[in-house]
């Protein structure tokens, strides 16, 4: 099976009821497959054909609906941009993919500029502004019925691998399917008046929960550029059911002032992943919304790994501590704790998962040497290290890696270090993670200097958001004359510098 058919056979069957919801309009499913159906023959007049790749740069909003749709219809590949990175990273994404069209929002049009003259392969820039519309409108309404494979690629979303530089995992078809549905496996189940919540992008991880909800002919509400209050006003207005929150965005709904007069009461389950959540935010949230948190975790390249309910999550159990898990394992889903030389563990051992589940990826796009390091004999090594009890409870320690996960951002140390070497003072730097209230974790930067140096803390943050985008620029800065730590190879001890800033805490990862 394929995605646009089942979509097709959905909007047949649930023509005129409620398919997508903003906060100026609703729209039902026919009239939102039209603007799928337009969408789709404006990127094929564009000279898309199937299996191309089509990015997008964009808000939670219509627009992103129509490309959700239009690309599947056209049997283009989506490459969903991240709105918060910088240029060089949308570059490398685009090329890295051999996009041959970008669709960006009019917000974010700055930000790509000039794009399509310096990016080879980029043929085209569809902007949606003022005259958008207006351009929709223009497009041919009669569906293409283009043929597409379960094997044929549907979506590429982006990781890291162990250089920062962002990597390409593709999904097919057929993976698209059977993840999304192991997504909605142990949630609530979906009703014909359920309305799905979007507070996070559809293009990224509440894209997963998108497309179960149009298929099974529930409404999609997206709510627009994340706002707490708004969000909380539209989840009352429009009764919605189910919503999937990173855990930055349910500690900002929670502590919103207008939260206690909103009633919330229509909402079943509050999915939280993307990143750690902490035992004060956990525990907030459920005082909020009572018993409907869920969690879960995976990653790019390997997900759902684990679902949990509040039932689970908020529960007393010998033997576990399921305030501080990530989640139990998933039925579908294999995970198994590995020593250095990939030999499995017992239960209850620290180790680094690996993972097999339907719809993990098939490799790196077009990076066979670091799919051979992370792709082994079927299991995907996911560099987090971790524990899993005798209840069936996944914990997170701490990374094989020394990435950082701030609000749901992978950001990876030498990244940021390379670019505040730049700076002329600057003799050396190191990176890492140390916790922060609101987004979990932040990257804090290390420098280096010679005694006299002026350069201030304010300078390396602007240094960062200049080069690499505003949600890599450390949460701190420190300034030192002494060389930094360095093993017998030269190589930066990023740990020794990190652990006095995780003493007393049980793990060393941490979620907002």
Same mark, same amino acid.
């Given at each position: ?52 790749? /089509? ?11 129509? +490309? &959700? !749709?239009? $690309?599947?219809?056209? =049997? ?119 309305? /799905? ?11 997963? +929960? &998108? !497309?179960? $909800?149009?298929?099974? =002919? ?134 680094? !998962?690996? $993972?097999?589940?339907? =719809? ?153």
């Amino acid at each position: 099976m394929d995605v646009p058919s089942l979509m097709r056979q959905a909007m047949t069957l649930h023509r005129d009821r409620p398919a997508l919801v903003t906060e100026h309009r609703s729209l039902t499913f026919g009239e939102a497959w039209d603007r799928g159906v337009r969408t789709a023959n404006g990127l094929i007049a564009l000279g898309v054909r199937p299996g191309d790749r /089509v990015a997008s740069l964009e808000e939670n909003d219509l627009g992103a609906a129509d +490309l &959700f !749709l239009g $690309a599947a219809i056209a =049997g283009a590949v989506r490459v969903p941009l991240y709105a918060r990175n910088a240029r060089r990273a949308h570059q490398q994404m685009i090329e890295q993919t051999q996009v041959r069209v970008l669709v960006v929002d009019a917000a974010h049009v700055d930000e790509v500029k000039g794009l399509d003259e310096d990016t080879a392969g980029l043929e085209h820039v569809l902007v949606r502004d003022a005259g958008y519309e207006q351009w929709l409108d223009a497009q041919s309404d009669v569906d293409p019925q283009l043929l597409v494979g379960p094997d044929d690629w549907y979506v590429i979303r982006h990781s890291a691998g162990t250089t920062g530089r962002p990597k390409g995992v593709g999904y097919t078809q057929h993976d698209w399917l059977v993840n999304c549905r192991n997504w909605y496996y142990r949630l609530p189940n979906l009703q014909t008046d359920s309305v /799905v919540g979007h507070a996070g992008p559809i293009s990224h991880a509440s894209g997963y +929960l &998108f !497309l179960p $909800a149009w298929l099974h =002919g529930s409404a999609n509400l997206l709510f627009g550029a994340f706002d707490p209050a708004t969000v909380l006003a539209l989840m009352e207005r429009h009764r919605v059911t189910h919503m999937f929150a990173p855990p930055s965005m349910v500690q900002m709904l929670t502590a919103d002032p207008s939260r206690a007069d909103r009633d919330t009461s229509a909402l079943r389950c509050l999915l939280v992943g993307g990143a750690p959540i902490t035992d004060a935010t956990a525990l907030a949230g459920r005082a909020a919304f009572g018993d409907v948190l869920h969690q879960v975790f995976g990653q790019t390249e390997a997900v759902p790994l684990t679902v949990m309910t509040p039932q689970e999550w908020f529960a007393d159990v010998p033997g576990s501590s399921p305030l501080r898990a990530a989640g139990k394992v998933l039925p579908f889903a294999r995970i198994e704790i590995r020593d250095e030389d990939g030999v499995a563990l017992p239960l209850g051992a620290d180790g680094e !998962l690996w $993972a097999q589940v339907e =719809g993990q990826m098939r490799g790196f796009w077009d990076d066979e040497e670091l799919t051979a390091t992370r792709l082994v004999d079927g299991w995907v090594r996911t560099r987090d290290i971790g524990r899993i009890d005798t209840n069936g409870y996944v914990y997170v320690l701490d990374r094989a890696d020394d990435m950082i996960v701030s609000g749901g951002f992978n950001i990876w140390p030498a990244e940021l270090e390379s670019a505040i070497a730049d700076h002329p003072e600057v003799v050396e730097v190191a990176v890492f993670s140390v916790p922060h209230e609101r987004w979990g974790e932040t990257p804090m930067a290390v420098c280096r200097v010679e005694p006299g140096a002026t350069v201030t803390a304010e300078e390396i943050v602007e240094l960062v958001r200049q080069n690499l985008g505003s949600y890599k620029k450390p949460g701190a800065v420190e300034f030192v004359h002494e060389p930094l730590p360095k093993n017998v190879v030269g190589k930066l001890l990023r740990k020794a510098l990190r652990e006095p800033h995780w003493a007393g805490q049980d793990r060393r990862v941490a979620g907002a």
